[in-house]
T-cell receptor
């Protein structure tokens, strides 16, 4: 079965620090990859996605992620975080042959200190 | 706001009871997926409905069942509730049951179920 691992469950950064959240998945075939974000008191929303093409994907609010197929990774990055980036971040994978379901990681809670 | 609404937002049940959770999808969306999110974990796929038919199911027992109506709204039913069913139940809608749009999920805020 597919699985998604997120390296850190809690991350604390100061404003303007750089962010990298790790994500690895276990499936060896064709995958579609996603990062979702949940701000405090809000619903889950899509941050960015990779289906095909350029492995460096840019999303909303200055976030980007790089798909490295050889490492089965899809790490999320932001050069300079803001206090408003405080949220929980979920990496997810979809494998077409296993149906239209997303398999989520356990999430990383990011707290940005002002 | 995503346009996906869920009800109720919170509810408390006891073991053995049955519960029905409801979801109204975003306008124009014909696919609804249900996820269970236990405390400290990521959402887990329960099942998906596309044009009123089940279109994929996760590793959940048959006491988890669902419906989709002609207006694309959906229900999740759980029978014989167990303590481990306590979780946030998320509904997500999308514009197609196929792979291209399936990743563009628009989530509701969830129904938090507590089983005592």
């Amino acid at each position: 079965a597919q699985s998604v691992s997120q390296h850190n469950h809690h991350v604390i950064l100061s404003e303007a620090a750089s962010l990298e959240l790790g994500c690895n998945y276990s499936y060896g075939g064709t995958v579609n990859l996603f990062w979702y974000v949940q701000y405090p008191g809000q619903h889950l929303q899509l941050l960015l996605k990779y289906f095909s093409g350029d492995p460096l994907v840019k999303g909303i609010k200055g976030f980007e992620a790089e798909f490295i197929k050889s490492k089965f990774s899809f790490n999320l990055r932001k050069p300079s975080v803001q206090w408003s980036d405080t949220a929980e971040y979920f990496c997810a994978v979809m494998v077409e042959e296993y149906g239209n379901k997303l398999v989520f990681g356990a999430g990383t809670i990011l707290r940005v200190k002002s | 706001e995503t346009g996906v609404t869920q009800s109720p937002t919170h509810l408390i049940k006891t073991r053995g009871q049955q519960v029905t959770l409801r979801c109204s999808s975003q306008s124009g969306h014909n696919t609804v997926s249900w996820y269970q999110q236990a405390l400290g974990q990521g959402p887990q796929f329960i099942f998906q409905y596309y044009r009123e038919e089940e279109n994929g199911r996760g590793n959940f027992p048959p006491r988890f069942s669902g419906l989709q109506f002609p207006n694309y709204s959906s229900e999740l039913n759980v029978n014989a509730l167990e303590l481990d069913d306590s979780a946030l139940y998320l509904c997500a809608s999308s514009s197609t049951g196929g792979i291209d749009g399936a990743g563009e999920l628009f989530f509701g805020e969830g129904s938090r179920l507590t089983v005592l």
